[in-house]
């Protein structure tokens, strides 16, 4: 089974930085996407960025300049540095990984289980 572990969230002021980190472990055959959603109260879960093994970035137009999605292939790990956080920025981030377990397989979409952040003074 393929879990996806995020750390990093919390309390920042805003204008502040934060860098969140997603692990994926357990039996990947290989890796088609991963990325980051997010859901504030009472809204939609929605994509903040994602990136291919091959390098392909994509961003929400909310977050662009602000955000970099990075990624470690060899270590299944990825990023997200977050900089010039607003309060809007407020949600619980979840990691998202597209991937085969086996190559018969077709793609699947896992989720981990999120991780808040909270911009506030």
């Known amino acids: 089974q393929v879990q996806l572990v995020e750390s990093g969230g919390g309390l920042v002021q805003p204008g502040g930085s934060l860098r969140l980190s997603c692990a994926a472990s357990?039996?990947?055959?290989?890796?088609?996407?991963m990325g980051w959603y997010r859901q504030a109260p009472g809204k939609q879960r929605e994509l903040v960025a994602t990136?291919?093994?091959?390098?392909?970035?994509n961003y929400a137009d909310s977050v662009k300049g602000r955000f970099t999605i990075s990624g470690d292939n060899g270590k299944n790990t990825m990023y997200l540095q977050m900089n010039s956080l607003k309060p809007e920025d407020t949600a619980v981030y979840y990691c998202?990984?597209?991937?085969?377990?086996?190559?018969?397989?077709?793609?699947?979409?896992?989720w981990g289980q999120g991780t808040q952040v909270t911009v506030s003074s």
């Open positions: 990136i291919t093994t091959g390098g392909s970035q």
């Open positions: 357990g039996s990947i055959f290989s890796i088609y996407t």
């Open positions: 998202y990984l597209r991937a085969r377990v086996q190559a018969v397989v077709p793609p699947t979409d896992y």
